[in-house]
T-cell receptor, first 113, second 114 residues
Framework: QQPVQSPQAVILREGEDAVINCSSS?????VHWYRQKHGEAPVFLMI?????EQKGHDKISASFNEKKQQSSLYLTASQLSYSGTYFC??????????????FGKGTLLTVNP | NAGVTQTPKFQVLKTGQSMTLQCAQD?????MYWYRQDPGMGLRLIYY???????DKGEVPNGYNVSRLNKREFSLRLESAAPSQTSVYFC?????????????FGQGTRLTVV
């Protein structure tokens, strides 16, 4: 079952902030965030593990609320290079030590000058 | 340092034909995945393999088979291609062991079934 992302699309002007949300109905082990440019493969941004930790990467940060099975990606002072489709990936145990990594439908972020 | 390599990059099939998409990684990763990407649907998991010799179904396995030939290679086979299988296919691998690890993606295979 795919995690649910919102919003589906967002348009920003350079320098503005955005938040992308990701939620799941099932218990999660971890949440991944990836960015995909048009015509390219998805590229890893960060992983968040259980424990409500918040991670950061330059002006992009994320949080993971284990109890609510929700994660949010925060993009501050957006740059043109932030444009792309953002995917959250959620990891669930599927038996033994096997973990299944499934992705949401993505959020298309467009940053304009 | 190739990472994850997929072949072919582009393929056109006729309905009913079969083909195998190849994927190889050189990072000594345990976990490998096959996804398909369709407009508005995101990345959907077809099959995955947590380790050499094991495979498991994902969200959309119907019409596909996989083989984890060895630790490096994970192939996806379409036995009788259908137009609904027109998509971009991504292979990914991760060094997931005891802890979660980032997934590295290949450059994708654009498949058209006519």
């Amino acid at each position: 079952q795919q995690p649910v992302q919102s919003p589906q699309a967002v348009i920003l002007r350079e320098g503005e902030d955005a938040v992308i949300n990701c939620s799941s109905s099932k218990a999660l082990y971890s949440v991944h965030w990836y960015r995909q440019k048009h015509g390219e493969a998805p590229v890893f941004l960060m992983i968040l593990l259980k424990g409500g930790e918040q991670k950061g990467h330059d002006k992009i940060s994320a949080s993971f609320n284990e109890k609510k099975q929700q994660s949010s990606l925060y993009l501050t002072a957006s740059q043109l290079s932030y444009s792309g489709t953002y995917f959250c990936g959620t990891e669930k145990r599927s038996g033994g030590s096997n973990y299944k990594l499934t992705f949401g439908k993505g959020t298309l972020l467009t940053v304009n000058p | 340092n190739a990472g994850v390599t997929q072949t072919p990059k582009f393929q056109v099939l006729k309905t009913g034909q079969s083909m195998t998409l190849q994927c190889a990684q050189d990072m000594n990763h345990n976990s490998m995945y096959w996804y398909r990407q369709d407009p508005g649907m995101g990345l959907r998991l077809i099959y995955y393999s947590a380790s050499e010799g094991t495979t498991d179904k994902g969200e959309v396995p119907n019409g596909y088979n996989v083989s984890r030939l060895n630790k490096r290679e994970f192939s996806l086979r379409l036995e009788s291609a259908a137009p609904s299988q027109t998509s971009v296919y991504f292979c990914a691998s991760s060094g997931r062991g005891e802890y979660s690890a980032e997934a590295f993606f290949g450059q994708g295979t654009r498949l058209t079934v006519v």
